[in-house]
T-cell receptor, first 111, second 112 residues
Framework: DAGVTQSPTHLIKTRGQQVTLRCSPKSGHDTVSWYQQALGQGPQFIFQYYEEEERQRGNFPDRFSGHQFPNYSSELNVNALLLGDSALYLC??????????FGAGSRLTVL | EDQVTQSPEALRLQEGESSSLNCSYTVSGLRGLFWYRQDPGKGPEFLFTLYSAGEEKEKERLKATLTKKESFLHITAPKPEDSATYLCAVQAASGGSYIPTFGRGTSLIVHP
């Protein structure tokens, strides 16, 4: 049973560029959340998607946007990249009130 | 605002040397407290959920306990493969958001 899969695993961008990260949730899960984890920090909640709508949002600017598709997969888009956006971006899925299952993350470096 | 503070930030142990990690929290009504393990470059892996003060959960060399203000992750006779960052997260009962707030984690290194 495949868990949460994320792509790409690593990517390098320059300031001002845009990036799209992708996530396939664990089989049977319908809710997807995205987290940003800077080096040495805990995961910070970006937003959560359920039934193709953004249901909750953390304290992140509008440069961060997302989408959920009918097959429950999700994308995270970040526009106008800043150096401070360099981090590990984690996707997590769940079904109902169950605990989160995390993917291995996408490591974004902004130069 | 929910807050989670983990201590120590880093811990070095010799193989077999038991110790405890602390997670202090402030939340408006606790719905659940979670412990995760995170290996370098990987996503967090779920370990335990605790719901009420006095509850304990065990898994191999790990034991998690919960009071009204903090949780402890006890590691008994650790092995080098227990080296990882351990994350604590709390989920508030109020507001209906159910979004967990994470601490910064404790980085554990176990030397052979």
């Amino acid at each position: 049973d495949a868990g949460v899969t994320q792509s790409p695993t690593h990517l390098i961008k320059t300031r001002g560029q845009q990036v799209t990260l992708r996530c396939s949730p664990k089989s049977g899960h319908d809710t997807v959340s995205w987290y940003q984890q800077a080096l040495g920090q805990g995961p910070q909640f970006i937003f959560q998607y359920y039934e193709e709508e953004e249901r909750q949002r953390g304290n992140f600017p509008d440069r961060f946007s997302g989408h959920q598709f009918p097959n429950y997969s999700s994308e995270l888009n970040v526009n106008a990249l800043l150096l401070g956006d360099s981090a590990l971006y984690l996707c997590a899925s769940k079904s109902g009130a169950n605990v989160l299952t995390f993917g291995a993350g996408s490591r974004l470096t902004v130069l | 605002e929910d807050q989670v503070t983990q201590s120590p930030e880093a811990l070095r142990l010799q193989e077999g040397e038991s110790s405890s990690l602390n997670c202090s929290y402030t939340v408006s009504g606790l719905r659940g407290l979670f412990w995760y393990r995170q290996d370098p470059g990987k996503g967090p892996e779920f370990l335990f959920t605790l719901y009420s003060a006095g509850e304990e959960k065990e898994k191999e060399r790990l034991k998690a306990t919960l009071t009204k203000k903090e949780s402890f992750l006890h590691i008994t006779a650790p092995k080098p493969e227990d080296s990882a960052t351990y994350l604590c997260a709390v989920q508030a009962a109020s507001g209906g958001s159910y979004i967990p707030t994470f601490g910064r984690g404790t980085s554990l290194i176990v030397h052979p």
